[in-house]
Each structure stands twice: as C-alpha cells, then as structure tokens.
C-alpha cells in the first residue's frame, strides 16, 4: 500500500464559513503557508459564520464516522490535531474520538475551546456544549481560549476588564491542572493594551501585550489558534510563538481597519501573510 505521510500534517476539525474568515477558511491557508499540510474535518458548512444576522447551515456531524473511518483506512498520521468551532456535544465526543484514534504522546493536540467572546456565549452554545466542551479541553496539549472561554471552562467570573495577575494566574492554573501542558489566554484588556496570558507547566507565567486597536474583529482566534499549531508542529518555542501570533493578529487588524473591512468580516490576513515568519 502507498504511504500517505511524506510531509507534516495537521488535521483540522472545525467548520467550513464560506464568508467571514474563520475556522478552515482560515486554518487552511495559514497552515498551508507554514509549510504544513492542513486535512480538513468539516463539522458543519456554513454560508457565513453565525455573528452576522443570518446565515445557513448544513450539519455534517453525521457524516464524520465514515468520513473518518476512511482516514484510518489510508493510515493517516498527523504530528498535530487541531479544533475549533464545535456546535454540539456530539461533534465534541466525535473530537475526543479522534483524539484517541489518531494520536500518540508526539502528536500536538491544540483545542480552542471556541463558545463565546466579550463575556457572552456565542448562539448554539448551551451549558451542556460548554460542560462537555471542559472534557475535551482536558485532552489538549495546548489550549488557546480567550478570557471568556477561560472563564467559562474555569467557573470564574467573567469582567470587561481590570483583571489582576493573581486573578489571572489563578484561572491559567485550573486550566493546566485539567491537562493542558501549555495554556495561553488571548484578549485581556488591561487599558491601552491587550494581553495574552501564558502558563507552561513547570515554568514562570509569562503575560505579552499589544497595543488595544479599537475595532474586536471576528476570527482572530482561529488566525492565532493557526500559527500557534503550525509552530508547534514545526517546533517553534511556545513563547515565542505566541509573541508572533499575538503580533501577527494585532498587524491584521491595523490593516482591516485601514481598509474599512466590517468586524463580521474577520481580517484580511491575506494581505500580510508573506510577513509570517515561518519558524
Ligand atoms: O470564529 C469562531 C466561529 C467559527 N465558526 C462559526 C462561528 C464562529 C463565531 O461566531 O459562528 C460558524
């Protein structure tokens, strides 16, 4: 039989947004761009992703067994597995499941525990989806939430902002102590910055800020999750990798805002990934 891995892959599981720019739409091309082949696991097909009034989506949850079971037929390996976007319980067991089937102790496992921002959850997101949502947030080996998904997963009050490092090394504590070895929580606002958080087991927290740009635009977690992933497959340090995902990010909204890009939109990466340092 022929071998199908010659090259580093990663398998994504997270849903199609044919508008919007987020999840595979944005996986894909940043992965890809990192020298990594990106093998989609499409959850759902959206026309465009659910912040905007109105939308239309398929399901394909159904469809993932067999769709997988070919995968394993063909022996796939990938050195990372990567999801995003889950909008129910069952397509976060289907993850779990993955996981099990496809990974060993050198495949990087990174969830972004995606359910809400701005301390609200996103529609579809039940307190069922979110509990289950904490299962597999203890299966990662990286975990990427924003404060509100930290809170969620953690049982903490969420606030706009003033948050204390105490405070915040408290939350990314619980998050390492459910699994996680690495723990990064993206878009604290602490005045005129944003801040990222970062916890690696067994050494000092470490917190990077960027300069707030006024405009929160849609899918710049899926644009931060992407680097993240391709840099540890590629075996970029975690802190370092997260200062140029945190900066990549911040150089896509500079760019969205001065093309008057709507927030919906997400950002126009496109323009500035030829600045992405590959490793
Ligand atoms: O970027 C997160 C995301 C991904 N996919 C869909 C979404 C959202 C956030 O709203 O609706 C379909």
């Known amino acids: 039989m022929e071998e199908h891995n010659h090259q580093k892959k990663i398998a994504s599981i997270n849903d199609i947004s044919g508008f919007g720019r987020c ?56 050195q990372g597995i990567m999801s995003g976007y889950l909008g129910s319980a069952k397509q976060i067991d289907i993850v779990k499941d993955f996981i099990r089937d496809f990974s060993d ?45 930290a809170c969620i997963l953690t049982g903490h009050k969420y606030k706009e902002a003033g948050w204390k490092l105490n405070e915040l090394k408290e939350i990314a504590y619980t998050l390492n102590q459910l699994g996680p070895e690495k723990v990064v929580i993206t878009g604290i606002k602490q005045g005129s910055c944003i801040a990222n958080y970062v916890s690696v087991k067994g050494f000092e927290p470490k917190v990077f800020k960027t300069k707030k740009i ?18 540890a497959v590629n075996g970029v340090d975690f802190f370092d990798s997260v200062k140029k995902a945190s900066r990549f990010v911040k150089k896509c909204i500079q760019r969205s805002v001065e093309l008057d890009i709507p927030k919906e939109d997400g950002v126009c990466f496109e323009e500035l990934l030829h600045t992405l340092k590959i490793k």
């Open 23 to 78: 999840s595979i739409t944005v996986a894909m091309p940043i992965v890809s761009y990192m020298k990594i082949q990106l093998c989609p696991v499409p959850t759902s097909i959206f026309s465009n992703h659910t912040a905007y009034e109105h939308y239309y989506f398929d399901d394909y949850t159904d469809r993932l067994y067999s769709y997988i079971e070919n995968w394993k037929k063909l022996s796939l390996k990938f």
């Open 105 to 149: 102790k050198d495949v990087v496992i990174v969830v972004d525990p995606v359910m809400g921002d701005n301390g609200k959850t996103y529609i579809k997101f039940t307190d069922d989806i979110c509990e289950r949502m904490k299962l597999l947030a203890a299966s990662a080996s990286i975990l990427t939430p924003n404060i509100t998904e």
């Open 214 to 231: 006024e405009r929160a635009y849609s899918g710049t977690g899926d644009v931060f999750a992407s680097i993240i992933a391709a840099d």
